[in-house]
């Protein structure tokens, strides 16, 4: 088995002691740190994506392997910042204003920089001029909304709206996602994307990223 196989196996079975040691052997070993991140660290994480998505693990097994992600990011953060390696994009993400729940949410932020994106989290209770104004702020092209509550849902409208208005759409795409939501409803309301669940979000935000 390769290290960079080994890293991607450690990590689905969230081992964080053995992913940065590895990822240290690894880069002791001269492999560069952007082939460690994508051929040890993404794709151990896209495995566990697609293995969530298809209901083989659960919520603590990917927190779990998001531990062990995490661990070996620290190591690498360094390298790839000097070596200037660039993200696949950056993403805003929130629960909207008058919404106080966050784990769906929390999980799409930890699969998107699973899958290499960087990731702005503006938590809960986000108001819609946050959004747009924090991603125009930090050229993100991807606004992922969440709701749980069907009457904080018209918050992910006026987020479309205001882009609009600000001659923002196109430029900053937006997914929608939580319990209440659907596909009808996003483009009832002119957003770009929906999400079932994160597994299906970060493909979405792949696609509207041109990632």
């Known amino acids: 088995m390769s290290i960079l ?11 964080d002691a053995a992913v940065p040691r590895l990822v240290g052997e690894a880069l002791a070993g001269g492999l560069a ?8 660290l993404i794709a151990g994480m896209n495995v566990v994506g697609g293995r969530f998505r298809d209901r083989e693990i659960f919520l603590p097994d990917v927190l779990l392997a ?14 790839l910042e000097r ?9 805003v993400i929130g629960s909207v204003h008058g919404d106080l729940h966050d784990i769906g949410k ?5 699969m998107l ?11 809960h209770d986000v108001p819609a001029a946050r959004f747009v104004a ?5 050229d993100a092209r991807v606004i992922g909304m969440s709701a ?25 795409r937006t997914i929608v996602g939580g319990a209440p939501v659907s596909a009808e409803y996003a483009a009832e309301i002119g957003a770009d994307a929906y999400g079932y669940d994160c597994a299906q979000a970060v493909e979405r935000v792949k696609e509207l990223a041109g990632a």
């Open 66 to 79: 998001a531990r062990a992600m995490y661990a070996g990011l620290d190591v690498l953060k360094p390298l």
């Open 83 to 91: 070596a200037g390696v660039a993200s696949r994009g950056r993403v």
């Open 148 to 172: 749980l509550l069907t009457t904080t849902m018209p918050v992910m409208k006026e987020v479309v709206d205001l882009l609009a208005r600000e001659n923002l759409r196109g430029r900053v």
């Open 33 to 40: 740190a952007k082939a460690v991140l994508d051929d040890g």
């Open 106 to 110: 929390n999980l799409v932020g930890i």
């Open 113 to 123: 920089k699973g899958a290499g994106f960087e990731v702005i989290d503006l938590g």
């Open 134 to 138: 924090v991603a125009r702020e930090r």
């Open 5 to 15: 196989n080994e890293i991607s196996q450690r990590l689905e079975e969230g081992d």
